[in-house]
């Protein structure tokens, strides 16, 4: 009964790990970039949704698709002014763009907000849904469903919107797509927008089950990496995938190894997929 309970708990927070991961999955997949940016954005969604919560007493479930929205406007303008200049540039400029921004947010959250970790605190409290003796607690299953939900969103905006056909006809070809007319770089800023408001909405729900801070930055990066390789580059359906098996995986590897080692095992196992199937468990050429 232990392990059904070890594999419940993976599973309840796989679907944040999937929202977390389909917004880098979009902006590597659209753009060619690595944005190291993303783990930050997904911490100052957190401190959006903890301000909105002490100081109006929104929920952060409720607060998560208005803490994207802002980070949407930031994505969308951090791409058009700084971002787009280098896109034709090698790929180790935009890798080191990325990380100069992140050097940046992480210090002025540092600053403005400090190291501590801080935590949305509900009340009242929602409680643990009880099956048995499988305990869960109410707000994990919340989460996990919301993030659930703007995955489902954002893959039907993909496939059936004329934005969504714009993004994945760019991923394929940029320059068969700028001959039918779509204009990439706005393209460009807007499927970045997308992933950052992935991020900003991940960042609101993980601060109602985990404490935040900007040292918590490179944990949320780490993550969104395996779990875009691992379900596969430009597949939504795989980083829902990948998100409840990197769950999984950090659920049994903190049973059997300790929490300090999850982590590396998801790791472990990410290799050893690499080495079998290079393109992950669903990889494939476009968004759906």
């Known amino acids: 009964m232990l392990w059904l309970q070890v ?5 309840a927070v796989g679907g944040l790990y999937a929202c977390i991961a389909v917004g880098f999955s979009i902006v590597w997949g659209v753009l060619n970039i690595i944005n190291i940016l993303h783990g930050s954005l997904i911490v100052l969604g957190g401190y959006l949704a903890f301000f909105a919560h002490q100081y109006w007493g929104i929920s952060p479930f409720l ?3 208005f803490a994207g929205a802002v980070l949407f406007v930031l994505g969308v303008g951090l791409q058009a002014l700084v971002i787009n200049h280098v896109m034709t540039r090698p790929f180790l400029i935009t890798l080191l763009l990325t990380f ?13 907000f400090s190291a501590d970790y801080r935590k949305v605190l509900l009340d009242p409290p929602l409680g643990v849904f009880e099956l048995g003796s499988i305990v869960v607690p109410a707000d994990r299953i919340y989460a996990t469903l919301i993030g659930l939900t703007l995955v489902g969103l954002l893959s039907l905006l993909l496939r059936f919107t004329q934005l969504g056909r714009a993004i994945i006809a760019v991923r394929m070809d940029r320059d068969a797509a700028a001959l039918l007319g779509i204009n990439v770089r706005w393209t460009y800023a807007l499927a970045f927008g997308l992933g950052v408001f992935m991020a900003g909405s991940a960042g609101a729900l993980l601060s109602a089950i985990f404490p935040i801070s900007p040292v918590a930055s490179a944990g949320y990066l780490s993550k969104a990496f395996v779990i875009c390789v691992l379900g596969g580059l430009g597949s939504i359906p795989g980083a829902v995938i990948g998100g409840f098996a990197l769950g999984v995986i950090e659920s049994f590897g903190a049973l059997f190894l300790g929490p300090e080692h999850a982590l590396t095992l998801a790791f472990i196992l990410l290799v050893l997929l690499l080495a079998v199937r290079p393109s992950g468990l669903l990889g494939k050429r476009g968004f759906a």
Do not use: Y
């Open 100 to 112: 100069g921004l992140n050097l940046f947010l992480d210090n002025s959250m540092l600053a403005l």
């Open 63 to 65: 607060f998560a698709p």
């Open 7 to 11: 594999l419940v708990n993976g599973l």
